[in-house]
């Protein structure tokens, strides 16, 4: 069966600190991947998703970027945090196209102070 | 945007009752997914729906979609306290991202 995991779980960073946030996808190939940020008590916004190794793609001009050095894995970065950059960071997978069912990993509750 | 919004935002029912939530979208639609968040932890996909569907059922949930109307209706049948949780509506046009809307909080009272 297939499984993602995503760490760590809580992440309290100070301004201008970088940030590093992995995902892993298990028992399954070539998944699409994404990362979404949910504000509190919101719904979700798209940052980044990947089709490939290599291959990002970014939704929302900011502050972030991503990486995926291998298929089953991204990687959500900053070289310096803001404020604004606080959140829940959820990273998903999907098997084939863009509107299928996506599988969550349990999520980053990020506090940039 | 296709973003779909949730109606109500807040819903609050003893245990044993239904719980009905509402998703509204702007444009046409290839799939309508809904979506339920625990707090403080990811999202767990309950049920898709296509475009060329009108019900769908999964356990205790029904799911309808009127695309004439652009809604879909997540129905919860005997709710127990395990589902307090906010469900989002995910739409989608082919070959485009999935957009979330805002979510109902779902409150059950034991």
């Known amino acids: 069966s297939q499984t993602i995991h995503q760490w760590p779980a809580t992440l309290v960073q100070p301004v201008g600190s970088p940030l590093s946030l992995e995902c892993t996808v298990e028992?399954?190939?070539?998944?699409?991947l994404y990362w979404y940020r949910q504000a509190a008590g919101r719904g979700l916004q798209l940052l980044f998703y990947s089709v490939g190794i290599g291959q990002i793609s970014s939704e929302v001009p900011q502050n972030l970027s991503a990486s995926r050095p291998q298929d089953r894995q991204f990687i959500l970065s900053s070289k310096k945090l803001l404020l604004s950059d606080s959140g829940f960071y959820l990273c998903?997978?999907?098997?084939?196209?863009?509107?299928?069912?996506?599988?969550f990993g349990s999520g980053t509750q990020l506090s940039v102070l | 945007s296709q973003q779909g919004e949730e109606d109500p935002q807040a819903l609050s029912i003893q245990e044993g009752e239904n719980a009905t939530m509402n998703c509204s979208y702007k444009t046409s639609i290839n799939n309508l997914q809904w979506y339920r968040q625990n707090s403080g932890r990811g999202l767990v996909h309950l049920i898709l729906i296509r475009s060329n569907e009108r019900e769908k059922h999964s356990g205790r949930l029904r799911v309808t979609l009127d695309t004439s109307k652009k809604s879909s209706s997540l129905l919860i049948t005997a709710s127990r306290a395990a589902d307090t949780a906010s469900y989002f509506c995910a739409t989608s046009a082919l070959n485009e991202k999935l957009t979330f809307g805002t979510g109902t909080r779902l409150t059950i009272i034991p």
């Open positions: 028992g399954t190939s070539n998944p699409n």
């Open positions: 998903a997978w999907s098997r084939d196209g863009f509107n299928e069912k996506l599988f």
